[in-house]
């Protein structure tokens, strides 16, 4: 991704009032971690599995600090237990940042990726997660506005997958 | 000692502070023993230890108390590299192991019973104090400092194998009452507001 790209992620991140962002980096999206690390608005908590990701932004969001996780796609599956007691069974809000690997417009899709990322969305509907879909910067402002007032109104994890423009 | 004695122990020094539960015959004897507005029960095995984790980091002047298990924590070890990077001064973690998956009705043995040190584990990943005991007095002296000293402690407490939470009556209050009573009662003492979004 990017720089200005990732900037702009990070700023509307900011801008919706996200300040809390669990995460395990990949290769698609990293480039924000040093822009999250580098504010001091943000808290971080790096992890070493997407599931205690989701875990640890549960604790944050019922602390009060709106809380975001960020990983690559390969997240939705191994965090998806996680995502069903604690984001829809308990009910907590939280916004998934996540590479949308292995999908048409992934620009480093391969044998590797295309797998996981036919399922994906299969995952997340399974689920009940909303979710929308990004490939282009233009649209970023308005995918990330609404999807945190989704996750406050409905309580619930959100997800944003990143692809296309994303993951150049 | 048992679980019951521990948390007959725990309970009158239950004031502010925020105690997080996972799963297990656990949660209905401490529902039943301790009815904190500030407990919040996650009912799921794995995930307690990363919402205490959570809860501690973002209220730093709060205590925040985990009620673990040792089925719970083999499911969830990713946690303790984590707990101890991060380091949360405010947290304060016992795992009940009774060695046993006591929930299966055949108390089929945990990796705990055989070789498995979570303790050790533990401080291996850099948890300082970390440690186990095994009688009341050692529980009573460990749990005390770790209520009252800021530093973080992840104390393992082997307990005998009991089935005398199946004779509590279980409560009615689901998942999503128990959140809001327990989130309200943070925006209430804490002086802010926690869930977002307007009506």
């Known amino acids: ?168 | 000692m048992n679980r019951s004695e521990c948390f007959e122990f725990l309970t009158p020094l239950i004031n502010d502070q925020l105690v997080i539960g996972s799963l297990s015959g656990q949660r209905v004897e401490w529902g039943d023993r301790c009815q904190h507005e500030g407990n919040l029960l996650v009912a799921s095995m794995g995930a307690a230890l990363g919402v205490g984790i959570g809860l501690a980091m973002v209220l730093p002047r709060r205590k925040v108390i985990v009620l673990e298990s040792d089925g719970s924590m083999l499911l969830s070890l990713y946690n303790l590299p984590t707990l101890g990077n991060i380091n949360p001064s405010n947290l304060a973690v016992f795992v009940f192991d009774n060695e046993v998956y006591s929930g299966t009705r055949i108390s089929e043995p945990s990796a705990t019973a055989g070789k498995t040190d979570l303790a050790g584990v533990a401080q291996s990943c850099g948890i300082e104090h970390a440690m186990t005991v095994r009688d009341l007095e050692s529980f009573k002296r460990e749990s005390t400092k770790a209520l009252e000293e800021n530093v973080l402690r992840f104390v393992v407490c082997k307990v005998d194998k009991t089935t005398s939470h199946r004779q509590i009556e279980r409560p009615t209050e689901d998942l999503w009452e128990h959140k809001y009573r327990f989130v309200r009662y943070l925006e209430r003492t804490e002086g802010k507001k926690i869930f977002l979004g307007r009506g």
């Open chain 1, 1 to 168: 991704m990017e720089a200005e790209l990732a900037a702009k992620l990070v700023g509307e991140l900011k801008e919706t009032g996200i300040s809390f962002v669990s995460y395990l980096p990949e290769t698609r999206l990293s480039q924000i971690v040093p822009l999250l690390r580098a504010d001091p608005f943000f808290m971080l908590a790096p992890v070493a599995n997407e599931s205690e990701a989701v875990s640890i932004a549960a604790g944050a969001s019922l602390g009060g600090r709106p809380a975001a996780v960020y990983m690559e796609g390969s997240g939705i599956y191994v965090g998806a237990y996680n995502l069903l007691v604690l984001g829809r069974r308990l009910g907590v809000p939280m916004l998934l940042l996540a590479a949308y690997y292995g999908s048409i417009l992934d620009k480093r899709n391969s044998f590797l990726y295309a797998m996981p990322g036919i399922h994906m969305i299969p995952i997340l509907q399974s689920l009940e997660i909303q979710y929308e879909v990004l490939d282009k910067g233009d649209s970023l402002e308005d995918k990330i506005k609404g999807a945190v007032k989704m996750m406050h109104a409905i309580k619930q994890p959100v997800a944003l997958l990143f692809t296309g423009e994303f993951t150049a």
